[in-house]
Structure formats: C-alpha cells, structure tokens
C-alpha cells in the first residue's frame, strides 16, 4: 500500500517567539518579491551555514510532466512544483555539500490560499488513489519510472505540510531504488518546495529541520 504523511502544523503562526512579526501571505507576489523570501546563505548560521558552503542560483524551466496515469498527476506536478495548477511566480535556490549532494528550495506563489490549499489536497489524496507503479516525463520517451510514494513524518510548520519519498527505479544495471526526498509546507497562498536526490539510502536521505524551519520563519517574517 503507497502511503503519504501529511501534517497540519499545531499552533501555526501563533505559536511564535512573542513579539515577533509574522507575515500572513494572501495575495499573488511577483517574483521580485520571492527571490527576497528565499534563503540566501547569509541567512545560515551554525552547522547550516558550515554544512552548506555553496548556494547556488537555479531557474525554473522545463515542461510540466505528465504522468501515465491520472491519479498520479499530482505527484509528478510535485516534481516541477511550478507546472501545478494555478502557480504563479516562482523562485528557486540550491543549497550545496557536493555537487552530488544538494537541497533543492522552490518557492511558488498562487493567486489565493485557496488555490495552495487545493495544490496541498491534491498532494494528500494522490497516493491513495495512485497504488502502482507510474512513469512520469515530458514525453513518454523521455519518462522516468516510478514505484509510489513511501510515508515520512512531516515538519510542523507553515499552514499545513506533507513530507514523502518517491520511489524513482534508477537506470543503472543494478535497477536500484532511489528515493527523492519531497517537503511541501504552505504558508497562507506560497507553497514551498524542498527535494534532496543526494543518496540512494533512505535512512542518510534527510533535510535538516533547521533548514526548513529557516525557510519558513523567512517567510512569515519578510
């Protein structure tokens, strides 16, 4: 059975350091304004700061995927975060050990919190629906194959958040499993996407929580 974990953070904003702003993000924002919300290094401190000695700018280009079946959609408008329904602007950063090693960051606004509200939805149910193996690409010659989704605890922060693994089969000969790690918090009408591809074992595959924790008080402050 293909599960996902699905958290809606406790006490939201509420729950903040007393006095501290916190932002609450309603309407569309260009992209001017969510290069400003991501993290940059200089946000880093600490171990983050020591950990990830590179960050590197990316764009946010490439056609949406189409799944081979239906129900699986969503899981691959999760891939490219920017191609779901109803996104708008968006903004994107790397956050580098190796160049084989990174944290992908995506930043997508959408004209309403209920638009984002539907993208996390959407996310939530796929899974039960999507219970075999799909292949995912933006031509049926160039797809990927993939297992489903395996369940992960998910961080309680922004609005609500989903955290999963998707089950890419590698090409190599060995036909290995590699799980992409996938984090999708919402913060009122933006949906920010994390995504590490950096090892082949589940149990080392891990976005630190400071990180997302960084990312998202940037957000609620900014």
């Known amino acids: 059975m293909i599960l996902l974990g699905a958290c809606t953070s406790g006490d939201g904003p509420a729950a903040s350091a007393k006095g501290e702003k916190r932002v609450r993000h309603t309407a569309p924002l260009p992209r001017a304004q969510l ?7 200089i946000d880093l401190s600490g171990d983050l700061k020591e950990e990830y000695r590179q960050v590197w700018p990316t764009t946010t280009s490439g056609k949406s995927l189409k799944a ?15 191609s779901a329904d109803r ?25 309403s919190v209920k638009d ?3 993208v996390m939805s959407k996310l939530r149910s796929s899974p039960a629906a ?4 799909f292949r995912a690409g933006e031509t049926s010659k160039d797809s990927d194959p993939y297992q ?6 998910a961080p ?3 609005d609500e958040a989903l955290s999963y693994y998707l089950r890419v089969i590698s090409y190599a000969k060995d036909r290995h499993e590699s799980p992409e790690l996938f984090v999708h918090v919402r913060v009122g ?27 998202v008080d940037k957000i609620e402050t900014t």
């Open 68 to 82: 081979s079946k239906p129900e699986c959609q969503p899981l691959a408008d999760a891939i490219r975060p920017w």
């Open 116 to 118: 984002a509200s539907a």
């Open 156 to 158: 309680k922060e922004g």
């Open 148 to 153: 489903g989704v395996k369940r992960k605890a």
């Open 189 to 215: 009408n933006l949906v920010v996407t994390f995504s590490r591809y950096g090892s082949y074992r589940p149990g080392d595959n891990t976005i630190p929580p400071n990180l997302i924790k960084a990312q």
């Open 130 to 133: 999507c219970t075999s193996p």
């Open 87 to 111: 996104a708008g602007a968006r903004a994107s950063r790397r956050f580098v050990k190796t160049p084989e090693d990174f944290v992908s960051v995506v930043l997508v606004s959408y004209p």
């Open 35 to 41: 290069k400003k919300l991501l993290l940059s290094r």
